[in-house]
């Protein structure tokens, strides 16, 4: 893998940082709202499956 390839990938691995963090602190204050709370859980439990691919990616040295 070349390190353009690898910055991006840990560019993009930041940024879905941010994202669950964000969805995380809404999470937080409005967990009195049972159907906003499972919607951003699926969008959390999305972006920790594409930060999960992108680490096997950047561990195994090789794209996809």
């Known amino acids: 893998m070349n390190i ?5 990938l840990k560019k993009q ?8 963090a964000i ?3 809404l999470q937080t204050e409005h967990s ?8 951003t859980q699926k969008e959390m439990d999305a972006i ?3 930060a999960e691919q992108i680490r ?7 794209c996809e």
């Open 32 to 39: 009195d709202d049972e159907y906003f709370y499972r919607c």
């Open 23 to 25: 969805y995380e602190q």
């Open 4 to 8: 353009l390839k690898r910055y991006r």
């Open 48 to 50: 920790d499956e594409e």
């Open 13 to 20: 691995q930041k940024a879905l940082r941010r994202k669950y």
């Open 56 to 62: 096997h990616v950047l561990e195994m040295g090789c």
